[in-house]
């Protein structure tokens, strides 16, 4: 979990490397949102979507996808961060 500040970085981070990218590897459902998700109170999360017309939209964890694609680690990504931007 991240601090509001902290998810909307990683969002600005990360959008530009995972939409267009596969929600699951080899499927052909791929990302075209990533968005901060208020877990509770001052909790947020990263999530990737893949919006879908019928049904329920999908969406992963940023963590997740930023493993299977061989991204840079949130927590690394933080860790570099000066606090700014966001």
Known sequence: MYSYKEAVY???YYKDKVIGK?????????ID?????NRN????????????QKGANLFRDIHAIS???ELTEPKAVLSQWDGNGA
């Not at 990263?46 to 919006?51: F, G």
């Open 10 to 12: 990683l969002v600005d």
């Open 22 to 30: 596969p929600i699951i590897p080899s499927s052909k459902k791929l």
């Open 33 to 37: 949102l990533v968005e901060v998700e």
């Open 41 to 52: 109170n001052d909790s947020y999360s990263v999530k990737c979507v893949v919006t879908e």
């Open 67 to 69: 493993k299977e694609l």
